[in-house]
């Protein structure tokens, strides 16, 4: 009787053993799903806002697509980062600045069938619509080529960043 008391105690510090050991690593992974979780969250929120600016742009009429800063363009970024055109409040995304937003007009060629950037001159295949050129079939919104950086962390360190290269194409419908 006495010796089955001893092991019934003795299994039972096994199991605080067998937790000690295990809760760092399931804290480790608790850890991990809500970092992967939170870079999902963040890359649909930035589509979201991009597609939301390409369908602004792409649907303005007079945009001149040649020159990055007109008004047109900075309203988008503005609509894009903040939601307004004023660019006033908080961003969608802690860290998305209006100048992290590239906005580039492209056209569907025939002959081979592809979509390439439109270029800006004076003639007629230009996307420059003050030179006699005509608006662009697509229009790409994106964030550049380095992306939106996202921080991986865990409780009181950061491991690394992770560019977010997110890109919305949209068929311009304005004249």
């Known amino acids: 009787m006495k010796k089955a008391k001893i092991l019934r105690g003795r299994e039972r510090g096994q199991s605080a ?13 608790m850890f991990g799903i809500v970092q992967v979780a939170r870079v999902f969250y963040v890359y ?3 589509q ?3 597609r939301g600016g390409a369908g602004f742009i792409a649907r303005m009429n007079n945009v001149n697509y040649c020159d990055d800063q007109n008004e047109s363009f900075l309203n988008a970024r503005n609509y894009i ?3 307004n055109l004023e660019g006033s409040g908080t961003a969608v995304v802690n860290g998305l600045t209006p100048e ?6 492209e056209r569907a060629v025939a002959d081979p069938p592809v979509v390439e950037q439109c270029i800006c001159s004076e003639d ?4 420059d619509i003050t030179t006699s050129g ?3 079939d697509y229009v790409v919104v994106n964030l550049g080529a380095a ?4 921080d991986v962390r865990f409780p009181f360190v950061t491991i690394g960043s992770i560019p977010l290269r997110v890109s919305v194409r949209m068929a311009v419908s304005g004249e």
Not at 147 to 150: A, D, T
């Open 44 to 46: 649909h929120t930035l």
């Open 124 to 127: 007629a295949a230009s996307c």
């Open 134 to 136: 005509r608006a662009p």
């Open 81 to 83: 980062v903040f939601g």
């Open 17 to 29: 053993v067998e937790f000690a050991l295990m809760l760092p690593v399931m804290m480790l992974l």
């Open 147 to 150: 992306g939106f950086p996202v």
């Open 100 to 105: 992290m937003i590239q906005i580039l007009p």
């Open 48 to 50: 979201k806002a991009l």
